[in-house]
C-alpha cells in the first residue's frame, strides 16, 4: 500500500561519502519510524539504522561513527548520510517504515511493513 521511494545510490571510492533519501510521494510519514536496510548479494538483508518519530536513533555496529540517519522538519524525508565508505559496504540499501507515532525509540530488530525498491550503493576503487 504505502510505497517507499530511495535515492541518492551511485558508485563512489574507498573514503567516499553518499547521502541517501527516502520519502513516500504524496504520502507524509511523520508518525512512522523509518529504518535503512541493506543486502549485498548473496547475504541476507541487515538493518543499519533507524529512527523514530522523535528523532530517536539506532545504529547496528558495522556504521557506527560513519552513518547518521536523520529526517526533515515535518519528518517525511529520511536521511542517511555515508561517510568514509569501505568495500564492504556495497550493497542494495532500502528504506523501510512502520507506522509508530508516539514511540521515542526505533528498534534495528522490528519488522517493518512497508519499503521502498532499494538503490545500489558501490564503493570501488
Known amino acids: 500500500q504505502l510505497q517507499l521511494v530511495e535515492s541518492g545510490g551511485g558508485s563512489v571510492q574507498p573514503g567516499g561519502s553518499l547521502r541517501l533519501s527516502c520519502a513516500a510521494p504524496?504520502?507524509?510519514?511523520?508518525?512512522?519510524?523509518i529504518a535503512w536496510f541493506r543486502q549485498a548479494p548473496g547475504q541476507e538483508r541487515e538493518a543499519i539504522s533507524c529512527?523514530?518519530?522523535?528523532?530517536?536513533?539506532n545504529y547496528a555496529e558495522p556504521v557506527k561513527g560513519r552513518f547518521r540517519i536523520s529526517r526533515d522538519a515535518r519528518g517525511n524525508t529520511a536521511f542517511l548520510q555515508m561517510n568514509s565508505l569501505k568495500p564492504e559496504d556495497t550493497a542494495v540499501y532500502y528504506c523501510?517504515?512502520?507506522?509508530?507515532?508516539?514511540?521515542?525509540?526505533?528498534?534495528?530488530?522490528?519488522?517493518?511493513?512497508?519499503w521502498g525498491q532499494g538503490t545500489q550503493v558501490t564503493v570501488s576503487s
Open positions: 523501510a517504515a512502520n507506522w509508530n507515532p508516539r514511540s521515542t525509540i526505533c528498534t534495528l530488530q522490528a519488522q517493518y511493513t512497508h
Open positions: 504524496g504520502f507524509a510519514l511523520g508518525s512512522y519510524a
Open positions: 529512527i523514530s518519530v522523535t528523532r530517536g536513533t
